[in-house]
């Protein structure tokens, strides 16, 4: 059985950092792609980061400096660190596996920025 769990969200302040998590089972993580996507409401599911299986990192624009998507293939985790983080960063974020026409997506975890 497939699982893609995320979590490290929560609330944090304008400026404050977070640390999202990942934890995948059920298939081989070593040979998937995996990525970071978000969803703020009223809009539609964005790209944020990639990591592809030989460990390759893409960053979309907007979080390019402040974020960083790394993974751990022997503990099956992928990571967002986020820093500096700004309320335009408000938004669920989802976990995302790819490999080929394969794609599992994790239930998302929320991500607030406010004072």
């Known amino acids: 059985q497939v699982q893609l769990v995320e979590s490290g969200g929560g609330l944090v302040q304008p400026g404050g950092s977070l640390r999202l998590s990942c934890a995948a089972s059920g298939f081989t993580f070593s040979r998937y792609a995996m990525s970071w996507y978000r969803q703020a409401p009223g809009k539609e599911r964005e790209f944020v980061a990639t990591?592809?299986?030989?460990?390759?990192?893409l960053y979309a624009d907007s979080v390019k400096g402040r974020f960083t998507i790394s993974r751990d293939n022997a503990k099956n985790t992928v990571y967002l660190q986020m820093n500096s983080l700004k309320p335009e960063d408000t938004a669920v974020y989802y976990c995302k596996a790819v490999r080929i026409l394969t794609t599992y997506w994790g239930q998302g975890t929320q991500v607030t920025v406010s004072t």
């Open positions: 990591s592809s299986a030989g460990g390759i990192t």
